[in-house]
């Protein structure tokens, strides 16, 4: 059974550039989470999607992170503009239903200058 | 909301030797607390969860513990290996609330030879 994969792993951009990130869920995967996990912390999360809709975003700076889940399958996370504090690793998950064990992929590494 | 504390926030032990990591939870709807482990460069990795009807769960050389009415719950891990060598989480989420989980500070743990 094939992972959460997520793209790309790694990314170097200055401050008030745009970037996005891009994950694909486990087949079969309704619920599918993003993660902010800063150096030396646990994961943050940002956004819970079930299916094609947001279920929680109360944590998404929305001034600056936006996240699309269109047809229910894969999903991306945008920050524009980028800020030094956004250095993180994005790490994406994702579960059957939302009740189950949830699955992470390997995260992208973020680095804003 | 949840908040969850770890402890230690680093652990070195022996090969062979028994190491232990402790958490508490603030919210007492929380009833899913599972552990991750994450080797560097890696996304978390499921290793053991344990849902709050029950007080412990073992598989083969990992073990948990849950005491609800203190609200903590600690990872036992006997016969360290090297290979255990990595950075653990303990998290808490609310099964029916979309398992949004919320996660420890994280301990990273060394098992020398």
């Known amino acids: 059974e094939a992972g959460v994969a997520q793209s790309p792993r790694y990314k170097i951009i200055e401050k008030r550039q745009s970037v996005a990130f891009w994950c694909n869920p486990i087949?079969?995967?309704?619920?599918l989470y993003w993660y902010q996990q800063i150096l030396g912390q646990g994961p943050k999360l940002l956004i819970q999607f079930q299916n094609n809709g947001v279920v929680d975003d109360s944590q998404l700076p929305k001034d600056r992170f936006s996240a699309e889940r269109l047809k229910g399958v894969d999903s991306t996370l945008k920050i524009q503009p980028a800020k030094l504090e956004d250095s993180a690793v994005y790490l994406c998950?994702?579960?059957?239903?939302?009740?189950?064990?949830?699955?992470f992929g390997q995260g992208t590494r973020l680095t804003v200058v | 909301g949840e908040n969850v504390e770890q402890h230690p926030s680093t652990l070195s032990v022996q090969e062979g030797d028994s190491a232990v990591i402790k958490c508490t939870y603030s919210d007492s709807a929380s009833n899913y607390f599972p552990w991750y482990k994450q080797e560097l460069g890696k996304g978390p990795q499921l290793i053991i969860d344990?849902?709050?009807?029950?007080g412990e769960k073992k598989d083969q050389r990992i073990a948990v513990t849950l005491n609800k009415t203190a609200k903590h719950f600690s990872l036992h891990i006997t016969e360290t290996q090297p290979e255990d060598s990595a950075v653990y989480f303990c998290a808490a989420a609310i099964t029916g609330g979309g398992n949004k989980l919320t996660f420890g500070t994280g301990t990273q743990l060394k098992v020398e030879l």
């Open positions: 998950a994702s579960n059957l239903n939302g009740e189950t064990e949830a699955f």
């Open positions: 344990i849902r709050s009807n029950v």
């Open positions: 087949s079969g995967h309704a619920t």
